[in-house]
């Protein structure tokens, strides 16, 4: 939605991006009673680690025919993540991610390394739901029972992966799942700044090559 926002107005996907973050800080909100913190920390948070993968991954650089950089932000299990991904579009319609460039504020990090760990992960995992996690269902069970027919991305799917992590006072947050909501819509936003499509449904399957 935001990438549709920014085309609309004429307007790049970050520059919407920081708009938003602004508006919340400048404090047209609405009410808190949701939110386990202020939502102008909640956004504060997210501009932080939004900023981050934005300068990481030199968004707004030229780049290569059909490739293009998606963006996206989230915040779940008390931490703030975004993901920048360099998509590549091939003529018969094959994704590549050769590089992947994440940010997470989670608090203190009581282990580093296996925070970093889990954001690269996320990016595999989130990469593979994305792409291939298509699950049917066939006389009331799921047919997908194995690897063997539910795919996960494989070595050469996966993307060269950066990880930046800020480490404050605000209480630990999770490190696991955080990091996967943002993958998907980084994804399909560099697909559409790479060829210009918009992806709506998931799994991407072949919608490229139809």
Not at 2 to 17: L, N, S
Not at 143 to 161: G, K, L, M, S, T
Not at 184 to 192: K, M
């Amino acid at each position: 939605m935001v990438d549709e926002i920014a085309e609309a107005t004429g307007q790049r996907p970050d520059e919407v991006w920081f708009e938003l973050f602004g508006s919340v800080l400048s404090g047209a909100e609405l009410s808190d009673a949701d939110r386990p913190e202020p939502r102008p920390l909640v956004a504060e948070r997210l501009s932080v680690v939004f900023r981050r993968v934005v300068e990481m991954s030199d968004y707004g650089r030229a780049l290569p025919d059909r490739t293009g950089i998606g963006l996206a932000a989230w915040t779940s299990f008390g931490s703030f993540t975004a993901a920048a991904l360099e998509v590549t579009v091939g003529e018969g319609g094959e994704v590549r991610v050769p590089r992947a460039w994440t940010a997470i504020d989670c608090g203190l990090a009581v282990s580093p390394d296996l925070v970093r760990a889990q954001m690269e992960g996320a990016v595999v995992f989130g990469l593979s739901i994305a792409l291939h996690g298509e699950l049917t269902v066939k006389n009331g069970a799921v047919v997908q029972d194995n690897f063997d027919n539910y795919e996960v991305c494989r070595i050469r799917e996966a993307p060269e992966v950066k990880v930046a992590l800020f480490e404050n006072e605000h209480p630990l947050g999770g490190a696991g799942e955080p990091g996967v909501p943002p993958v998907a819509p980084a994804l399909t936003s560099g697909i559409f700044a790479a060829v210009g499509k918009r992806i709506r449904p998931l799994p991407i399957g072949d919608q490229l090559t139809e």
